[in-house]
T-cell receptor, first 114, second 112 residues
Framework: ETGVTQTPRHLVMGMTNKKSLKCEQHLGHNAMYWYKQSAKKPLELMFVYSLEERVENNSVPSRFSPECPNSSHLFLHLHTLQPEDSALYLC?????????????FGPGTRLTVT | AQTVTQSQPEMSVQEAETVTLSCTYDTSESDYYLFWYKQPPSRQMILVIRQEAYKQQNATENRFSVNFQKAAKSFSLKISDSQLGDAAMYFCAYRSANDMRFGAGTRLTVKP
């Protein structure tokens, strides 16, 4: 148990749907991350939040909209997705966002866009 | 942008034997950290080992050790006395104050 939970674990949605992914960390960390993991490709960092403020947005399409209402919760709102957005979405947290700090990952949400 | 390359998509090792996973990276920065993460079939990724670039001594964690060659920009992971539970995807990662990159991963199979 790493202390980072994600719901749902599996999600199938149509291209016109709106859905949200949820991440919760129980570790008292100040930084949270969203990653996209596609088969046979490097993990892609999408967003970084530090103390509830978005500090990085790595050229992610606007159909992905993150939200961090407090230091324990992170959401990824999805709308008008494309089939190529199908992937495993991982959430992670760390004590702080500096490179020294270990990231703790959640189990991921397997997203399929039909 | 920094790149991280894992040239071995798949590797296999006999139980109790030793295996080395390769990783190279490209950077112009002098201050950074390197990591190996393990992702078992259950998908929760965990940290295996970490190396600070300013340290010359190679990091070791029980059966896991690294061979860090800073000039060559190489960061390989050695797993000794391999166990069935070591079967997983292994990701090499680079982190600095300005960037964070992962390799594409190496799938390790452990044969009984």
């Amino acid at each position: 148990e790493t202390g980072v939970t994600q719901t749902p674990r599996h999600l199938v949605m149509g291209m016109t749907n709106k859905k949200s992914l949820k991440c919760e960390q129980h570790l008292g960390h100040n930084a949270m991350y969203w990653y996209k993991q596609s088969a046979k490709k490097p993990l892609e960092l999408m967003f970084v939040y530090s103390l509830e403020e978005r500090v990085e947005n790595n050229s992610v399409p606007s159909r992905f909209s993150p939200e961090c209402p407090n230091s324990s919760h992170l959401f990824l709102h999805l709308h008008t997705l494309q089939p190529e957005d199908s992937a495993l979405y991982l959430c992670a947290s760390s004590q702080d966002r500096g490179p020294l700090y270990e990231q703790y990952f959640g189990p991921g949400t397997r997203l399929t866009v039909t | 942008a920094q790149t991280v390359t894992q040239s071995q998509p798949e590797m296999s090792v006999q139980e109790a034997e030793t295996v080395t996973l390769s990783c190279t990276y490209d950077t112009s920065e002098s201050d950074y950290y390197l990591f190996w993460y393990k992702q078992p079939p259950s998908r929760q990724m965990i940290l295996v080992i970490r190396q600070e670039a300013y340290k010359q001594q190679n990091a070791t964690e029980n059966r896991f050790s690294v061979n860090f060659q800073k000039a060559a920009k190489s960061f390989s992971l050695k797993i000794s006395d391999s166990q069935l539970g070591d079967a997983a995807m292994y990701f090499c990662a680079y982190r600095s104050a300005n960037d964070m990159r992962f390799g594409a991963g190496t799938r390790l199979t452990v044969k009984p």
